[in-house]
């Protein structure tokens, strides 16, 4: 039943002050992570081939481009190392070198940038020759346990160095427990513990795995990650890593899973987080370059769903295009 004149839902949309009054603010640069990759060396930026503006960079380069977005407010940064492949062996025992690649790029990036908050991806994918997310056994088997082992010498590590935050993301169980546990009988009582809770074995991360040189070298990982068919799952993932004491809650891939991020937002008084994966940035590169659409305002629409699905801080790679976009 039309009630016009009465309602005219136009009269809102007349103006961008009134679609601005009405609408929910954009999400601000402080609720954005950014994902960056280190690598060894000075005056290291190399271009990563399938995600335009993002590169690989040394601790020096990383500095000169995270200066910029540290005074204009990010939110924060997630730090993954890629490593020559001559350090890694089945264990990814580089993961927890004392004086590793990641540890050091922590003491840097600390060191010049001690309010923005640094959290550090907690994995063995790029790391072990088979590239896997953990130990093997058997070949072919994930070593769940034996991989907890190795998770906590990881985030230990990291903590160690001085990251803000440790964020594990192998979707082992019981890795949240563990590195707790670690973390709280070695005095770090203040590091906070992002999970990786509820990541799906997507086909979004090509990208990435290009970037990070951490493709598994036989199988894949849907023995580890969860099904993109199984929401209930999804959820007992998110309600576990809670009770084992993640303080921060993550879904990952973000823009293909809106409905589990509203889920997990209302099963949990939890912060949430999003992570707005390589594959959804290429993506919109790829649509926007064959001239199918503007690149910003496809990111602006992007970055709005997922904060609109409830996500309280995003993982992007737009995030050092901030200002272009909004
Ligand atoms: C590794 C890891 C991956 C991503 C973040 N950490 C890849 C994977 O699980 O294969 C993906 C990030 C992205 O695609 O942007 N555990
Ligand atoms: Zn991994």
Partial sequence: MSKLPETRLRR?????????LTGQPFPTLGKMIWPVFAVEGENQRIEIGSMPGQFRMSADELCRAVEPLAEQGLGGLMLFGVVDEALKDAGGSYAFADNGL???TVKTLKAGFPDLTLFTDVCLCGYTDHGHCGALHAGTEIDNDKTLVLLQKVALSHAAAGADGVAPSAMMDGQVAAIRRALETNGYTD?????????????LYGPFREAAESSPQCGDRKAYQLDPSDPRQALRESKID????????????ATFYL??????????ELPLAAYNVSGEYAMIHALAN???????ALARENLAAIQRAGADMILTYWANQYEQIF
């Fill in 12 to 20: 809102l949309r007349r103006t961008e002050s009134l679609r601005t």
């Fill in 259 to 268: 409905d589990v991020i509203s889920k997990v937002r209302e099963n949990t």
């Fill in 102 to 104: 990641v540890q050091r």
């Fill in 191 to 203: 590091t906070v513990l992002m999970s990786y809770s509820t990541k799906f074995a997507s086909a």
């Fill in 290 to 296: 064959s001239g199918g659409g503007d690149l910003h």
């Fill in 242 to 253: 809670e009770e084992e004491g993640a303080d921060i809650l993550m879904v990952k891939p």
